[in-house]
């Protein structure tokens, strides 16, 4: 064997392999630089590494099989009659072989991680390098200014399309409208978004016309890297979103992949019912109420009379319902419910893998007590579409589960791809206050407010967790906010305020409210329950919460349960039995008990 590695060292083949593989791997460094600057497709990449893998044992062969003498390439002879005596290889020499079975391994490894798949990615890993990019909301300067929600409309389709290019950030939705109408600079929405590049421009609707601009522009520098103007045909508007797409695609070297972006699912190419769904779309303070809700299913029906193939619009009707569930008179839910499952159900049918489907199929299985398959549904939103766009949902399905722990995970990865969400804040203020800490809870709050949140939800929010602090002057600053509220709720909380100092007398003024018939919604059920809490009576606490679900009630209460200032509630008995027969024990036991409730033996549990 020594002497068969002394002819390899003689005929100079672990030479020639250690500068071959060297020059192979600068080869692919600069392969990789040029590729995507030159828009060359990355199968070219894998030709050349291809051709350099198989030209490895030639090299080899050819240094083993010819030698380079001044009189030119000869053959090497097998045996040199002139070398001297063959020893055994030396430490040094088995180095040299060491080396290059290391390089060689080092060579294979990179090309089947870059190129083959490969080991999985970290998340930090696999977003190194990745562009990132925010659409802020288009300019409307059609002289009808009531024409802002179709601008509004063209960002978020173009949002919603660029997020689905793989190799690129965007931002959420949410956070770019944030910016909306303000004068801020490049550099400092950049920075507030955690993104290098801002896409932006104007809309211009004259009749069947459209003129668009839009630009790209380096949030960091402030220099324009791309720009484009369009003077459409209505009836264009969404070949206009997908040449869009494609150049900013093209400005920041993202792979589009194999064929056309297409649309998203479960969407529609008609134009009318598009623009009927834009009308539909709330802004983020705005109160919630029947009047809204009725406002927005009238949209929401226009854009499926006019495509009935429009998934998306028919989810937005089935989650408008349910929410209604709680605003409603309690004689209305039933048909509330049908509306809601009917609309829910012709989604399915349309676009089973959407993610909006998916959420809002989760959703109502919680609604009816199927938390096993919201699970499963979840489950499988997450496998197609990763956490990422899911951990929103997600984290409210666990804030209603009871594991507001767990669900404060989720809701973090949401605030960083919605910082300025307010729905988010209102969400992650929750779990927060649910696990004890208030502090970050307020602070939640106090951003969500200031991001444009809904003003009744918010501010009961923070009134209900300053209950859990004692702090008598802030449950009071609290009370007085609502004066300002218009919010069906609103007058039972001012109808506490003299009552602070004085809890047995506050019972008796919330039996007087809980027996009047104006105050059997279930929404004002929630709020009688809240305050029977903290005056102390857990039990009239309980038996609004029931009496509200049987009014038709919605799942999208149960998170409140979890609040500290229903800890006294929790622990009696008819709590458990109330938790039983929702589903959630089931569940508890099959994908793990909540934070605030363990087993006791083989069949009992209990809470606090």
Excluded at 100 to 117: M, Q
Excluded at 183 to 191: F, P, Q
Excluded at 561 to 585: A, C, I, S, T, Y
Aim: glycine fraction near 8%; hydrophobic fraction near 45%.
């Amino acid at each position: 064997m020594g002497g068969f590695f002394n002819e390899l060292r003689r005929r100079h083949v672990v030479r020639v392999g250690l500068a071959y593989l060297v020059i192979a791997w600068l080869v692919l460094q600069v392969a990789n630089i040029l590729t995507p600057l030159l828009g060359i497709p990355l199968w070219v990449n894998k030709a050349i590494l291809l051709l350099l893998l198989l030209g490895f044992p030639l090299a080899l062969f050819l240094a083993w099989a010819f030698e380079l003498t001044p009189e030119g390439v000869k053959r090497t002879d097998a045996l040199d009659e002139a070398q001297p005596q063959r020893r055994p290889i030396s430490t040094g020499r088995k180095l040299d072989f060491v080396i290059i079975a290391g390089l060689a391994v080092a060579l294979g490894y990179f090309a089947w991680g870059r190129y083959f798949g490969g080991p999985p990615q970290t998340a930090d890993q696999a977003n190194a390098g990745t562009p990132t990019l925010a659409v802020l909301p288009f300019a409307n300067l059609s002289a009808d200014k009531s024409q802002d929600y179709f601008a509004d409309g063209l960002s978020e389709e173009l949002l919603d399309k660029l997020a689905n290019l793989k190799g690129l950030q965007v931002a959420g939705r949410t956070s770019s409208f944030y910016f909306k109408g303000k004068n801020e600079d490049l550099r400092v929405i950049g920075e507030k978004l955690g993104v290098e590049n801002l896409l932006e421009g104007s809309v211009r609707k004259s009749g069947d016309q459209l003129r668009i601009t839009a630009q790209l522009i380096n949030a960091k520098t402030g220099y324009h890297l791309w720009s484009e103007t369009y003077d459409r045909a209505l009836d264009d508007i969404f070949t206009i979103q997908d040449d869009i797409s494609k150049s900013v695609a093209n400005a920041l070297s993202v792979a589009l992949g194999v064929g056309d972006l297409g649309r998203i699912e479960g969407g529609t190419r008609n134009v009318a019912a598009y623009d009927s769904y834009l009308k539909a779309l709330k802004p983020p303070n705005a109160a919630q109420s029947m009047t809204l809700f009725r406002e927005q299913l009238d949209s929401l029906e226009q854009a499926v009379r006019l495509d009935p193939s429009y998934a998306l619009a028919w989810v937005a009707i089935s989650s408008v319902c349910r929410l209604a569930l709680n605003y409603d008179d309690p004689g209305n839910a039933a048909d509330w419910r049908k509306r809601a499952d009917d609309a829910l159900d012709r989604a399915r049918a349309l676009a089973p893998n959407a993610m909006q489907v998916l959420a809002e199929s989760a959703i109502t299985a919680a609604d009816r007590g199927s938390w096993e398959d919201a699970e499963r549904t979840f489950g499988k939103a997450i496998a197609l579409h990763g956490d990422a766009q899911v951990a929103q949902n997600y984290g409210a399905f666990l804030e209603l589960a009871g594991k507001p722990r767990k669900a404060v995970e989720y809701l973090i990865e949401a605030r960083r791809s919605e910082p300025l969400d307010p729905s988010v804040a209102v969400a992650l203020g929750l779990d927060y206050a649910a696990s004890g800490m208030t502090g970050e809870a307020l602070a939640e709050f106090e951003r969500g407010i200031h991001l444009g949140g809904s003003p009744n939800n918010l501010t009961g929010f923070e009134l209900m967790t300053a209950m859990a602090t004692g702090d008598r002057d802030e449950i009071q600053r609290r009370i007085d906010a609502f004066k300002k509220i218009n919010d069906i709720t609103a007058s039972i909380h001012v109808a506490m305020r003299p009552f602070l100092d004085k809890p047995q007398e506050g019972i008796a003024e919330l039996k007087r409210l809980y027996a009047k018939p104006e105050n059997a919604v279930p929404i004002q059920r929630l709020v009688i329950s809240v305050w029977a809490a903290y005056f102390g009576d857990p039990d009239l606490a309980l038996a609004a919460i029931k009496d509200m679900f049987s009014g038709g009630a919605s799942y999208s209460t149960t998170s409140l349960f979890w609040q500290p200032v229903f800890h006294d509630m929790r622990e009696r008995p008819g709590f458990k039995e109330f938790v039983r027969e929702r589903g959630l024990v089931d569940y508890w036991r099959q994908y793990g008990w909540g934070d605030f409730c363990h087993p006791v033996g083989d069949n009992d549990f209990e809470c606090s």
